[in-house]
């Protein structure tokens, strides 16, 4: 087959995303986002996001497809990891559509639509070999990726990943959420010196460890005066954004080093961290090819998904209808490396 259109769809978290996609170039695209219904509670609520889903992804499918006449060859749903009542939203929604029309169906695990997000950039000329970065809400992993379809982990966070201590640290700042693009607003109002926060694991291989910085912010908020001023609260969002960004690229630089690989992708919400985006594209001073989706794209959506659905099958062929949704699923069983 040749450049198939395909459908996609990320019900795994919290948004309801529809996205049809053809070799590098998305052609329509919806997101229906439940930032609005979790903020209250200062993180995502399972059970209501599962509702919601299942109120919107209709709608905003049919948006997507009610101004594409062309053939659809290929549906792609996130499999897991994730919620699994969303999960089961967008599985169940994807399979009776590539059923009713008799198209083959590919079930995507999330983390291989975040290591493929850089294709959805019609610019992009990325082939692996490469070292790959996925910082999210629930993983933060760097993985060798020796061929579209393999990865290797290398390591990994042993407790929070940096997208919960971002959003974690914004709520005892009271910064409100999704944590990570309000820590990054605050901290770009800082100026002059802030307090350093600690590198936990700086040494210590590709293991990441984030629960410790965490505690190590609640300890300073909670050693100066309330309520914290705007000077404060800025300082030391500056303070945990610099610590998590030098943790992560001081550890690609270490799996570079080791793997001996001149190539980096980084993928997951984290990666929308504009300080985090300057530091890796830095690395191209030092001869490394570096891949930087666009910010859209790094937080969850469903054009990855389809992106990462195309390269599965390719390389593996269509999934059977009754592929069942895994809130757990670890990549390397997805895409083993050979
Ligand atoms: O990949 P994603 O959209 O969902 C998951 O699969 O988890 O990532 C969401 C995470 C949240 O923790 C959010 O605070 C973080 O990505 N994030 C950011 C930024 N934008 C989103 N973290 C730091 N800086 C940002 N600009
Ligand atoms: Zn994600």
Redesign the pocket.
């Known amino acids: 087959m040749n450049k198939p259109v395909v459908l996609g769809i990320e019900t ?4 309801t995303a529809v996205a049809l996609y053809r070799h590098g170039e998305v052609l329509a695209e919806a997101v229906h986002s439940q930032v609005d219904i979790h903020r209250y509670y200062g993180g995502v609520v399972p059970e209501l996001a599962s509702r919601d889903h299942a109120g919107y992804l209709r709608i905003v499918a049919d948006e997507v497809l009610s101004g594409w006449e062309g053939p659809i060859d290929l549906v792609c749903a996130t499999r897991g990891p ?1 919620l699994i009542g969303g999960l089961l939203v967008g599985l169940t929604w994807a399979r009776s559509f590539a059923f009713g029309r008799q198209i083959p169906f590919v079930g995507v695990h ?1 983390l291989a639509g ?1 290591l493929a997000a850089p294709l959805v950039d019609p610019l992009f000329k990325m082939k692996p070999p490469a070292v790959a970065l ?6 933060t992993l760097i993985y060798d990726l020796p061929a579209w379809g393999q990865v290797r982990l290398l390591g990994g966070t042993r407790d929070d ?4 201590c ?2 974690k640290a ?1 709520r005892m700042l009271n910064l409100g ?8 607003s605050a901290a770009s109002k800082h100026v002059g010196p802030a307090i350093r926060l600690p590198r936990p694991m700086l040494k210590q291989g590709i293991e990441m460890s984030f629960s410790g910085l965490k505690t190590a912010l609640l300890t300073e908020v909670n050693s100066r005066s309330k309520p914290l001023s705007e000077e404060s609260v800025s300082e030391l969002a500056f303070a945990l ?1 610099d610590a ?1 960004v030098d943790v992560l690229v001081t550890k690609l630089r270490y799996a570079l080093q080791l793997t001996g690989r001149d190539r980096v992708i980084i ?8 300080p ?1 985006r300057d530091r890796v594209e830095a690395l191209t001073r030092e001869g490394i090819e570096v891949y930087v989706p666009p ?1 859209k794209y ?4 469903a054009a990855m998904i389809a992106a990462a659905g195309s390269i599965q099958f390719e390389h593996f062929g269509p999934d059977s209808l009754d592929a069942p949704a895994q809130a757990r699923w670890d990549l390397q069983q997805y895409w083993p490396a050979s």
């Open positions: 795994s978290c919290d948004e994730g999330h975040h996925i910082a999210s809400g629930g993983h990943a940096a997208g919960e971002f959003d914004a959420y999704p944590g990570g693009p309000a820590i990054q954004q998590i993928g997951g919400g984290v990666a929308a961290n504009q985090l910010r790094c937080t969850d959506n």
